[in-house]
């Protein structure tokens, strides 16, 4: 039990739905990320949220919006995605702290499959 | 190119084996973070490493940072069946914090 949760782990759908991901952290951190991962390549970061303020999104297409409505929770609408965002997307939390390199506490996933 | 490159990509060994994993990069991070992610589960920190020639153990697991800060290695002693998985090396830049990830290594352990 990692205290990072992410629902649903697995999701199939079209090109056209739209449909939302979440996670939601137990620690008491203070940042929120999203990651994209695939096969053979790096970890993607996407969004990063500190104190619930956007801090960085890294060039993500705009058929992916985050949200973050407290520090315990964050969302990942998606629509119009392409087959090539098809992925595993993983949420993970930190204690954010000025100096550290504090660690990552990761959830387990969605599977997403975009047919 | 990748900042982190992580060798070997993938790894099978029989049990009891030793192994080495290496990440490596032109650039100089203010630390560098290994973990570990089994199937359907996300990935799990098994260590930091902070300063230039730092060498940490975690059991049958060896971990060292480069004099430069470029480059880390994990050695693994003995290797168990319960080991395998996708090893992955993440480094925090020395400017801005961000925290960027290796390719990973992915290690069978048969028995």
């Known amino acids: 039990e990692t205290g990072v949760t992410q629902t649903p782990r697995h999701l199939v759908m079209g090109m056209t739905n739209k449909k939302s991901l979440k996670c939601e952290q137990h620690?008491?951190?203070?940042?929120m990320y999203w990651y994209k991962q695939s096969a053979k390549k790096p970890l993607e970061l996407m969004f990063v949220?500190?104190?619930?303020?956007?801090?960085e999104n890294n060039s993500v297409p705009s058929r992916f919006s985050p949200e973050c409505p407290n520090s315990s929770h964050l969302f990942l609408h998606l629509h119009t995605l392409q087959p090539e965002d098809s992925a595993l997307y993983l949420c993970a939390s930190s204690q954010d702290d000025s100096g550290l390199s504090p660690p990552q506490y990761f959830g387990p996933g969605t599977r997403l499959t975009v047919l | 190119t990748q900042l982190l490159e992580q060798s070997p990509q993938f790894l099978s060994i029989q049990e009891g084996e030793n192994l080495t994993v290496y990440c490596n990069s032109s650039?100089?991070?203010?630390?560098l973070q290994w973990y570990r992610q089994e199937p359907g589960e996300g990935p799990v920190l098994l260590v930091t490493v902070v300063t230039g020639g730092e060498v940490k153990k975690l059991k049958r697991l060896t971990f060292q940072f480069g004099d430069a800060r470029k480059d880390s290695s994990l050695h693994i002693t003995a290797a168990q069946p319960g080991d395998t998985g996708l090893y992955l090396c993440?480094?925090?830049?020395?400017?801005?914090?961000?925290?960027?990830f290796g390719a990973g290594t992915i290690l069978r352990v048969k028995s």
């Open positions: 949220y500190s104190l619930e303020e956007r801090v």
């Open positions: 993440a480094g925090h830049m020395e400017y801005g914090n961000k925290l960027v």
């Open positions: 620690l008491g951190h203070n940042a």
């Open positions: 650039s100089v991070f203010s630390s």
